[in-house]
C-alpha cells in the first residue's frame, strides 16, 4: 500500500478517498500505536478534536471522536478551531493527543486528518508509518467503563484567543485600522476577537462560513478581496488566512501584496532588536526570495534553509534551538508562542512591530526587495532522474554560474506527483521567465515518461 501520511498528515477528498470508515480507522490505530509506544504513561488517554468549517468535518470529526471513544480514549471537543489553535491547547491542557480535521488552503470537497502527539507537536515519520500498519486489525474492544467518555468544552477555544492576544506583551494595537480575511474559515472565530482585544479598529471580511464557502475566492491564496477592501476602508494594514489559520498574507496600506518572506524579515528584524531572534539566524525553505537572503545577510541575520515543507522547517528550528522560521506561502512559525505555524499569530506581531517602531507595513516589508520569479510544472517526468541526470544538472550549473548572485535555479520534484517544478529568478521577469521556459523544456526531454 502506498504511504497514507503526506507532509501534513492524511489528505484527499472527503468521503472520497477521506471517509468516515477511513476516519475511524486511523483514530483507533492511532490510539494503539501511541498507548503501545508508552505515549500515555500507562494512564487513561485523553485527546483535543476540532476541525475547520468544512461541511465535511462534521461526519469526519464525530468518526475520530467514535474511533477514540470506542478505543478508551477520552475526547475532548472543541468544535471549530484553527489548527495552531488545537496544537496549542494539547500543550496547555497537557493531553494525550489531539486530531485536527481540515485540509487547510485546499477546496471545500478535500478534508485531511492531523494528528499531535502530546506537547502539541506533529508526531514522526516512523509512528505515522506504525499507524498505517495497524489500521483495520483485529483487537479486543473495552466495554462498559473501558470506553471514552466525549465532552465539549467552549472554554478551550476562549483561552487560545487569551493565549494570542497576551503573547503581544504591553504593546497596544490602538489606532491602527486593520482588514481581515477569514477565508469562512476557522479563524472566522479568532481572528476578530482577537485583534480587537488587542486593541486594534477591526473590519473583518469573509467570516461567515456556511460549510462550504471555505476558501472560496478569498483568504490567503485570494487576496484580491483584501486588497479592495482595505483600499476602500482607508485601513492601515490587512491580512489574509487560509482555512485553517495557520498561514497569513499581507497587504499594505496601498494595496500592495506583502508575502510570507516579507513578513519573516520583518519579524526577523523586531526579534533581533528585542534579543529575541536565536542566533540571529532565520529557517527558511529553498523557496524562499534570494531577495530575502540577501535582505537577511545585509542586516547580520543568517538564513538556514530547508527542504520545502514546514515539518523541515519545524525540525530545523528544534534541533537548534532556532526561533523564527517559516515559508514564503505564509507558513510563519514563532516558537516562543507556538509549536506550529499560526496565522493571527503572525498578523498580530507585525502588527506589533508596526505599533512599536512607528512605521507603516510597506516601510517595514521594503527591506525586502523581492527577485522576478517564475516557477513551472513539468508534468510525466521520471522525478528522481532530473536530479542526476548530466544533461541537466550541467545545464542548471551553467545557468547558475551565469546568474551569479543576481538570480538561482531550483528543481525540486514534487513529493506525490511524477512532476518537476522549475523554479527560476533572475534579474527581470522576462529573464527569469525565459530560462523557466528553457529548462522546463530540458526537464521534458531528457526525462519524460513515454
Known amino acids: 500500500m502506498a504511504r497514507l501520511f503526506g507532509t501534513d498528515g492524511v489528505r484527499g477528498l472527503a468521503n472520497g478517498d477521506l471517509t468516515a470508515e477511513l476516519a475511524l480507522d486511523l483514530s483507533v490505530a492511532a490510539a494503539h500505536v501511541l498507548g503501545e509506544a508508552g505515549a500515555f504513561d500507562g494512564r487513561r488517554p485523553v485527546a483535543i478534536v476540532g476541525r475547520d468549517t468544512r461541511i465535511s468535518g462534521e461526519f469526519l470529526q464525530a468518526a475520530v471522536m467514535a474511533g477514540l471513544a470506542s478505543a478508551g480514549v477520552d475526547v475532548i471537543d472543541v468544535g471549530v478551531i484553527p489548527t495552531p489553535g488545537l496544537a496549542y491547547l494539547v500543550a496547555t491542557e497537557e493531553v494525550d493527543l489531539g486530531v485536527m480535521l481540515s485540509a487547510s488552503h485546499n477546496p471545500m470537497p478535500d478534508n485531511g486528518i492531523k494528528f499531535f502527539a502530546r506537547g502539541g507537536v506533529k508526531l514522526d515519520d516512523a509512528i505515522e508509518d506504525a499507524i498505517q500498519e495497524r489500521m483495520g486489525e483485529e483487537w479486543d474492544r473495552p466495554t462498559g467503563a473501558g470506553v471514552g467518555h466525549i465532552r465539549r468544552d467552549g472554554r478551550l477555544l476562549q483561552a487560545y484567543i487569551g493565549h494570542l492576544v497576551d503573547s503581544l506583551g504591553e504593546v497596544r494595537l490602538t489606532g491602527l485600522r ?3 480575511d477569514c477565508a469562512n474559515g476557522a479563524s472566522s472565530v479568532t481572528a476578530v476577537p482577537a485583534f480587537e482585544a488587542a486593541g486594534a479598529e477591526v473590519v473583518g471580511i469573509h467570516r461567515s462560513p456556511d460549510g462550504l464557502n471555505i476558501n472560496d475566492g478569498c483568504g490567503s491564496t485570494h487576496i484580491e478581496s483584501l486588497q479592495a ?9 490587512g491580512f489574509a488566512f487560509d482555512g485553517d489559520a495557520d498561514r497569513c498574507q499581507g497587504v499594505d496600506a496601498q494595496g ?37 537572503i540577501v535582505a537577511m545577510r545585509e542586516h547580520g541575520i543568517h538564513v538556514d534553509q530547508t527542504k520545502v515543507g514546514d515539518r523541515y522547517v519545524l525540525e530545523d528550528m528544534a534541533a537548534n534551538g532556532f526561533t523564527l522560521g517559516g515559508e514564503q506561502s505564509g507558513h510563519v512559525i ?3 508562542f507556538a509549536t506550529t505555524g499560526d496565522g493571527v499569530l503572525t498578523g498580530l506581531h507585525v502588527a506589533r512591530q508596526i505599533a512599536r517602531s512607528g512605521s507603516t507595513l510597506a516601510e517595514l516589508a521594503g527591506v525586502v526587495r523581492r527577485l522576478p520569479q517564475a516557477l513551472v510544472n513539468v508534468p510525466n517526468v521520471d522525478k528522481l532522474r532530473a536530479g542526476i541526470d548530466p544533461v541537466i544538472t550541467g545545464r542548471v550549473a551553467a545557468i547558475s554560474k551565469r546568474l551569479g548572485d543576481t538570480g538561482r535555479v531550483v528543481l525540486r520534484p514534487s513529493g506525490t506527483e511524477p512532476l518537476v517544478r522549475v523554479m527560476v529568478e533572475a534579474a527581470t521577469q522576462e529573464q527569469a521567465d525565459e530560462i523557466a521556459r528553457q529548462l522546463a523544456g530540458v526537464v521534458a526531454e531528457r526525462v519524460g515518461l513515454k
Open 178 to 180: 486593520i482588514v481581515l
Open 229 to 237: 477592501e482595505v483600499l476602500a476602508r482607508r485601513a492601515d494594514l
Open 256 to 292: 500592495n501584496w506583502i508575502d510570507g518572506d516579507q513578513i519573516m524579515a520583518i519579524l526577523a528584524l523586531g526579534l533581533r532588536a528585542e534579543g529575541k531572534l536565536a542566533e540571529s539566524t532565520l529557517v527558511a525553505t529553498i523557496m524562499s526570495n534570494l531577495g530575502l
Open 334 to 336: 514563532m516558537s516562543e
